[in-house]
C-alpha cells in the first residue's frame, strides 16, 4: 500500500513538473512573439545609425542582390556580414557601407562598420564591438585611432610603430599590436571587396 502511495506521489510530481515546464515553454514563446519584432527592429535601428555614422552624406542604404552575393568568407580571421549601396539623395550611387570584422582580435572577435565611397576613399570607420584590453586594444574605440583610416584612397592600408610616413599608413595603437593588426587586416579585407566589386569612379 504505501509503496503504492509512493508511486502515486511520484507519478503525481513528474505531472506537475511536465506542466510547469509546458506552462513555462508556452509563456516563453509568447514573449519572444512579442519581443522579436521590436528587438529585429531596434537591432535595424542601429544598424542603419551606425552606417550614417560612417557614411554622412548618404540619403539611404540599399542592399544590392549582386554584391550580397559575391560576399567570400573564406579569407582566414576575416569575415564580411553585409555590404549596402549608399545613395545620395536623388537615389545615385555614391558609395558602399559594409559591416564586416576579425575573429583575430587579443579578446576576440572584433565587429566593424565602414564607409567607402566611390573613388575608394574611406569616409568613416566604428568598432561596433569588441572585447580588447582596457586601455590598451580597447583604444581602437577612440576617435584618435579610427579617424585615422578616414580620408585614405586605398586598397590597402598598412600600420606602422615608428609614426606615419606614407598616405596610406595608420599609427599603431601603443601596446596593442594584435588589436591594430586585427583592425587593419579586416579593413583590407574590406576594401579588397569593394574594390574588386564595387562600382568605383577614378578622381
Do not use: H, R, W
Not at 513538473?17 to 506552462?23: G, H, P, V, Y
Not at 512573439?33 to 555614422?53: F, H, L
Not at 540619403?59 to 549582386?66: C, G, I, N, T, V
Not at 555590404?83 to 570584422?101: E, P
Amino acid at each position: 500500500m504505501e509503496n503504492n502511495k509512493k508511486k502515486d506521489t511520484m507519478f503525481g510530481d513528474a505531472i506537475k513538473l511536465f506542466a510547469i515546464t509546458l506552462i513555462a515553454g508556452c509563456l516563453l514563446g509568447f514573449v519572444y512573439q512579442i519581443t522579436e519584432q521590436p528587438i529585429i527592429a531596434a537591432n535595424e535601428k542601429a544598424k542603419q545609425e551606425a552606417y550614417q555614422a560612417v557614411f554622412t552624406k548618404a540619403s539611404s542604404f540599399e542592399k544590392e542582390e549582386a554584391l550580397s552575393k559575391a560576399i567570400d568568407n573564406s579569407t582566414p580571421g576575416v569575415f564580411i556580414s553585409e555590404i549596402l549601396v549608399a545613395k545620395d539623395g536623388s537615389g545615385s550611387t555614391i558609395g558602399y557601407v559594409l559591416s564586416f570584422g576579425s575573429k583575430e582580435g587579443y579578446g576576440g572577435e572584433i565587429d566593424l562598420s565602414m564607409g567607402v565611397d566611390v573613388s575608394g576613399t574611406v569616409t568613416g570607420l566604428e568598432v561596433l564591438s569588441m572585447s580588447e584590453t582596457a586601455g590598451l586594444g580597447a583604444n581602437c574605440k577612440t576617435d584618435e585611432f579610427k579617424s585615422q583610416f578616414v580620408g585614405i584612397q586605398s586598397d590597402t592600408i598598412a600600420y606602422t610603430k615608428t609614426g606615419k610616413s606614407a598616405d596610406n599608413e595608420i599609427d599603431a595603437l601603443s601596446g596593442a599590436t594584435i588589436t591594430t593588426k586585427a583592425v587593419t587586416n579586416a579593413v583590407n579585407n574590406a576594401l579588397a571587396f569593394v574594390y574588386a566589386n564595387g562600382e568605383m569612379v577614378a578622381n
